[in-house]
């Protein structure tokens, strides 16, 4: 009151002046402070991350008031860097900053719910069968009921049920499914485990004790650059970006620094000022364009054209005209250029080149009794042939000899790159050329299709007394890139000037990009990295990655970084960035993730292959093999479908199955008894007369497909999953947009492996269940949606390939609502599984056919030739020419408690990866008195693993990046095998164990591992290959070095044995759609182009209020101002994009930014939001993926390969899209389709 009085009394105020009248003291009122006092007050700060794979990893402090988050700030408190980088704080985006909008908004999940139409089923089965899996095979045995439910996916319908009800409904589906077809019918996708592992880890341990499949993602989200793997025997291994801070030259290639990856942009402005120059190539004028120093915009899916180019001017400048001889010691050690190449005979007196020379193709294997058959040999000074130390002849059964010591049988040696001066001949070697193939939308120079070209070779005397000539790699790549070396060889290009393959001016007319430009930029490239030793790097975008020839795109970079000397060196080599892959404590959580501590193989698939095959996109493949063949090839021997090459690999153990066998897989072991045989004995047999069938020659036979997923911390229906109308119709059964004709309603080429079906099977999947804390796209399809815990409800892990940091997602307060933690749900489903099964499924031997994987001794399955056993080419020798038949033993009742416990495994086989193991008993030891043991049951005696903290301390106890003493063991046992002592990299973190209350209370920096390939040091950055370059560690490939010569029979055959331009392919996704009625507004094909946004980390913020409004608020599909023109549209209008896939409605944004003949629909912008109906479709408009189809690729099916061997997320087909083409068109009439038959209809503007 005294205050009302006051203000009443005085109406001026004096106040008492202060620094010279330049301050006053006022006696005002000052309660307006309270409301923001109030506002801003919290209770406790807490911290945690989002687990959103962005790669960012930023830690964050979530402000909590009265049980609620109120919001959050970016941490401060990272581990400091070494004095002469910059640190790493502030790392975060608005995006990130926006995430408290979730947790309490509409679109937040807060209870179990059912479509309704299931739920009714259930719960009348209910009512007649006590037993809830007679109640599920009640609806299972009536197809009305089935396709009651399965036609009502994707429209509306749930219903709020409760934990107590539907655990047991998915638990009694699983059994059923089990039971009737066996445990592969049940699978289950997640992606990128870095982000929160343990969530991960929760329904893959699930699957894993069921014998479930557990499906990939980073060759699905094409994320996965199998130019990696070729190359270095590597999934994908890169710089944090506080390295790029070390190099002197950056080209940023496809990769939008500034807007994918905002956290770490600052290290890439900030290296400027230390005089390092940066290039952007981008076909359109992005955010890093902004920030460098020059652009370059070449037309896009030409970039192997550009690279190549480049690579023809660092050759010829820094190789043969003034020679670096940092760049030639470099190739000759670190790389296969010296090694020599068989020369094979062709019928035009040509020779074209053929595989590797091995040490076993000589007089007495060279001296080699181990493995002859893969130790590459090259020249030693003498001219004497050699098998020197690092092929991958000497990683398996032998120890001290793999590595990259300058060695040949124990004499030190020095190996000739090239034969030029001391050759017996001028050879004309054939290489295929693609550059010429017509492509209406793509420019394309005309040459032979074969250019034979000259190089010096020389002729060898072989073990059977007969001669064959060779040619060393380093030759084959300079006459590969057309360079004039005084050969006479008139396909070679004397100067830039000249239009022959690949130089400057040849680029030029493919890519648009002048010459000079192309040799500027190459120069200074090289002339750095000369000057720095290695110091130029290129930063590579995942838009580079999606083209259907990603590997041409990315082996012509990584081969410009080779030639440099550039990889291995800090502030060097490449800089793949595209989700969040790297898990580093990937040791310590491979056991936890796929329960290999209960039962060992798990059953894993690639994803690209399974939904290519199951969503039946496979149906609609209008390309052909034999157009992606070298001209050198024998077409004869490669015809067929796509699909076929797909099976043919399944079946020669390249690429796993999923299902895998026509039968259920627990019934074998009875019929084996019957037989008197051994379970994978009677397996091989029965394969081999063909009483049972590889299920993928099957696909539609009805039992061969899958009938359970679990969908968690994705969206695959709204973001990754290519092929959307397809999955819609045949994997759920629903209504869909597809605009093609299917094979059997054309001529196109049929598969000759699979059994062909006219009718394929629609609504494969009995049952869809998605855990998810918002209700997006996938959760609308969904059968059942389970509401699980937010980032900041929820303890876990996350890790980054950008930092080297380890830090927590936790519990800033309790889930909201009824959800539950992903660990939490899991453990609840494999409870009720466990009661439910009794009856049904006891102890059961499970039959798993395993591929022949990667970094183990199966990668040395297949030395020479392809043989089909199926085509009687070959004897069927399980884990040879075949998978690995194995067998595996579950306890289906014992599931709780086995998900729930740390298994005996890991006491008796220990642990490892990467091709390397070391007992683990100390750290199973230690986890008994951390996590307490398992009082009574199966699993009695077993350290616990009740909640996600105590999976995360099993993670971190196990991992040699978070326990020294681990670390240690480990580098002991890459010693043995290297004949090096590496144990000095870690024995200084001998005794630091990091656990997980100590990265709540700061990130903590990981310790250095020999699965990974760079270091954890305060003296150098983390940078990838730096191991091999300065321990001398080889690469996991042939010839144990960074591999540009790729010489399996596929990859010969396909014309990739080299790096090579090829343009993108035609899908005929335009050319062959039905025909759709005109509306009135001109159409026109552009590419389609699906980059990251601005506006949210996948589909994940781009229905979030702040996102909204600080962008268009809802799909946007960006297009150039001359297209515009031509189509009548202006920006903000509404436009349609269709094709034979399917179709989309979005906004047109007219920007000239964007170069003609593309369009760019920024990926993942969820269909939940403003999305009218199509008038091609009568349908709800798509989403991105509406318009794209999974294409494989065969060249990535190659398995029993060395490096090209099948690993989960390591190499297998990818599923690109950036080759396809849309029809786009302003459309006329917008109809929301609000409610039936009162539908609001909106006539576009004239």
């Known amino acids: 009151m005294s205050k009302l009085l006051d203000r009443l009394r005085y109406f001026k105020q004096k106040g008492e002046i202060f620094a010279n009248g330049h301050g006053q003291v006022m006696n005002n009122n000052r309660d307006w402070e309270d409301s923001y006092r109030q506002r801003w007050q919290f209770d406790k700060i807490v911290r945690s991350t989002h687990g959103v794979n962005c790669t960012g990893s930023c830690s964050w402090k979530i402000y909590v008031k009265n049980g609620l988050v109120t919001w959050e700030t970016q941490q401060t408190d990272y581990p400091r860097t070494s004095p002469d980088l910059p640190n790493h704080e502030p790392r975060g985006c608005p995006r990130g900053a926006s995430y408290s909008w979730y947790l309490y908004s509409a679109n937040r999940l807060k209870y179990p719910q059912i479509r309704k139409s299931l739920i009714a089923l259930w719960r009348e089965a209910l009512a007649q069968h006590s037993d809830p899996v007679l109640a599920w095979d009640a609806i299972m045995q009536d197809p009305e009921k089935c396709r009651r439910y399965k036609q009502a996916r994707g429209h509306g319908g749930f219903v709020r049920s409760t934990w107590e009800e539907l655990n047991p409904l998915i638990a009694a589906a699983n059994v059923w499914t089990i039971k009737r077809y066996g445990p592969d019918r049940v699978a289950g996708f997640s992606p990128i485990p870095a982000m929160s592992m343990v969530s991960y880890a929760a329904g893959t341990r699930y699957l894993s004790l069921l014998g479930g499949t557990c499906l990939s993602f980073y060759d699905w989200y094409c994320d996965l650059p199998p130019a990696s793997p070729m190359t270095w025997g590597e999934q994908t291994d890169v710089p944090e970006s506080a390295d790029w801070y070390n190099s002197s030259y950056i080209i940023a290639w496809g990769s939008n620094v500034p807007q994918t990856r905002t956290p770490d942009a600052h290290f890439f402005t900030e290296v400027r000022y230390k005089g390092t120059k940066t290039i952007a190539i981008t076909p359109d004028y992005s955010e890093v364009a902004k920030l460098c120093d020059q652009w370059l915009a070449p037309k896009q899916g030409t970039d192997s054209a550009l690279a190549m ?3 023809h001017v660092i050759l010829k400048e820094f190789h043969l005209d003034n020679p670096s001889d940092y760049f030639l010691n470099y190739c000759r050690r670190y790389t296969d250029m010296p090694m020599l190449v068989l020369l094979d005979a062709r019928d035009d007196g040509s020779y074209e080149p053929g595989r590797m020379l091995r040490a076993s193709d000589l007089v007495d294997n060279l001296g080699e009794a181990n493995n002859p058959q893969w130790k590459t040999v090259a020249l030693n000074a003498a001219g004497v042939p050699v098998a020197p130390n690092g092929s991958i002849g000497f990683r398996w059964g032998e120890q001290g000899k793999w590595n990259l010591e300058t060695l040949a049988a124990g004499q030190e040696t020095e190996l000739q ?23 209406p939308h793509f420019r394309s120079v005309k040459q032979e299709p074969v250019l034979v070209r000259k190089l010096p070779t020389k002729t060898l005397t072989l073990h059977d007394g007969t001669t064959a000539r060779v040619a060393s790699v380093y030759d084959l790549v300079l006459a590969n890139y057309g360079l004039d070396r005084g050969l006479n060889d008139p396909l070679a290009a004397s100067d830039y000037g000249e239009v022959k393959a690949y130089s400057p001016a040849w680029a030029e007319q493919i890519t648009g990009v002048p010459q000079r430009h192309i040799a500027q930029i190459a120069r200074e490239f090289a002339d750095t990295a000369h000057k720095t030793h290695g110091r130029s790097m290129i930063i590579l975008g995942a838009g580079v990655n999606h083209w259907y020839h990603m590997d041409m795109n990315y082996r012509g970079m990584i081969n410009m970084l080779v030639f440099c000397g550039c990889v291995g060196q800090s502030g060097g080599g490449w800089a793949h960035y595209v989700g969040q892959e790297k898990l580093r404590p990937q040791t310590g959580w491979l056991p936890l993730a796929f329960a290999l501590d209960w039962n060992r193989p798990p059953r894993q698939m690639n994803s690209t292959s399974f939904f290519y095959n199951h969503a039946s996109q496979w149906r609609y493949e209008k390309l052909t093999a034999r157009e992606l063949l070298s001209p050198l090839a024998d077409a004869s021997q490669f ?20 299902p895998q066998l026509n039968v259920n897989p627990l019934t074998i072991k009875r019929q084996a008894e019957s037989a008197g045989i ?7 047999q029965a394969l081999r007369s063909g009483e049972i069938r590889m299920a993928c020659e099957q696909p539609d036979s009805g039992n061969n497909h899958p009938r359970n997923l679990f969908i968690w911390r994705s969206n695959l229906l709204g973001s990754s999953g290519k092929g959307h109308e397809y999955m819609l119709k045949y994997l759920l059964g629903t209504d869909s947009g597809i605009q093609g004709e299917a094979l059997g309603d054309s001529d196109d080429v049929k598969p000759e492996e699979v059994e062909w079906q006219t009718a394929a099977i629609e609504g494969k999947l009995d049952l869809l269940v998605t855990l998810d804390f918002r209700m997006s796209s996938t959760c609308l399809f969904s059968d059942i949606v389970l509401p699980t815990a937010t980032w900041y409800e929820k303890d876990d892990m996350n890790t980054s390939d950008m930092h080297p940091f380890i830090h927590p997602l936790t519990a800033a307060v309790d889930p909201a609502w009824e959800a539950k933690s992903d660990w939490e749900i899991y453990k609840g489903i494999a409870k009720a599984f466990s009661t439910l099964c009794v009856g049904h499924l006891g102890q059961e031997t499970d039959v798993v056919l395993q591929p022949l994987l990667h970094d183990t001794p199966a990668e040395l399955s297949q030395p020479f030739g392809v043989a089909d056993w199926r085509k009687g080419e070959c004897e069927l020798q399980p884990g040879k020419t075949a998978p690995n038949i194995l067998v595996v033993e579950r306890d289906y009742p014992a599931t709780y408690e086995r998900f729930t416990s740390l298994g005996p495994l890991m006491d008796k086989l220990g642990n490892g990866g990467k091709g390397i193991s070391w007992q683990t008993q100390t750290e199973v030891d230690f986890l008994s008195k951390l996590n307490y043991v398992k009082a009574d049951g199966p699993a009695k005696g077993r350290p616990r693993i009740d909640t996600a903290i105590d999976a995360s301390e099993v993670i971190l106890a196990l991992a040699p990046e978070t326990n020294g003493q681990v670390a240690v063991k480990a580098w002991e046992a890459l010693s043995k095998l290297t004949g090096r002592d590496h144990r000095h990299l870690a024995l200084n973190k001998e005794d630091e164990k990091i656990r997980f209350r100590d990265i709540v209370a700061q990130p903590r920096k990981i310790i250095s591992s020999p699965t990974w390939s760079g270091l954890e040091s305060e003296h150098v950055s983390y940078n990838a290959g730096y191991t091999n370059v300065h321990e001398l560690i080889p690469w996991r490939t042939v010839s144990g070095r960074q591999q540009l010569y790729q010489d399996h029979p596929w990859m010969r055959a396909f014309g990739e044995s080299l790096v090579a331009y090829r343009p993108p392919i035609d899908t005929r996704s335009v050319s062959q759609m039905k025909a759709i009625p005109p509306n009135g507004f001109p159409e026109k094909a552009l590419n389609f182009l699906t980059p990251h946004q601005k506006w949210g980390i996948h589909s994940t913020y781009s229905e979030n209020l702040l996102m909204l409004t600080l962008s268009r608020g809802g799909p946007i599909v960006w297009i150039s101002e001359t297209d515009a023109r031509e189509l009548g549209i202006a920006d903000n209008d509404w436009i349609e994009a269709f094709n034979a896939n399917g179709a989309l409605t979005a906004r047109a944004v007219v920007s000239q930014r964007v170069p003609p003949g593309m369009t760019m629909m920024y990926h993942a912008q969820e269909r939940i939001m403003n999305i009218p109906g199509s008038e091609v479709t009568g349908r709800r408009g798509g989403i991105h993926n509406s318009v794209t189809r999974v294409c494989p690729k065969p060249t990535h099916m190659i398995g029993g390969y060395a490096q090209l061997a099948w690993g989960f997320n390591y190499y297998g087909t990818v599923g690109s899209n950036r080759d396809e083409f849309i029809m786009i068109r302003k459309m006329k009439n917008i109809n929301w389709l609000d409610d039936e ?9 004239k």
Do not use: C
Not at 429 to 437: E, K, L, M, R, S
Not at 678 to 684: E, F, G, I, R
Not at 1237 to 1245: I, N, S
């Open 1237 to 1245: 038959g009162r539908d609001q209809v909106q006539e576009a503007k």
């Open 417 to 439: 790159l090239t034969l030029l001066g001391a050759h017996d001949d001028v050879t004309g070697v054939a290489f295929p050329y693609f550059g010429g193939n017509e492509n």
């Open 309 to 311: 180019a480049m690579g």
């Open 678 to 684: 051994s379970p994978a004995d009677y397996t091989a």
């Open 639 to 658: 015809s067929g479908h796509l699909i076929d090459f797909n099976v043919r690999a399944e079946r020669m153990g390249w690429l796993p199955s999923a």
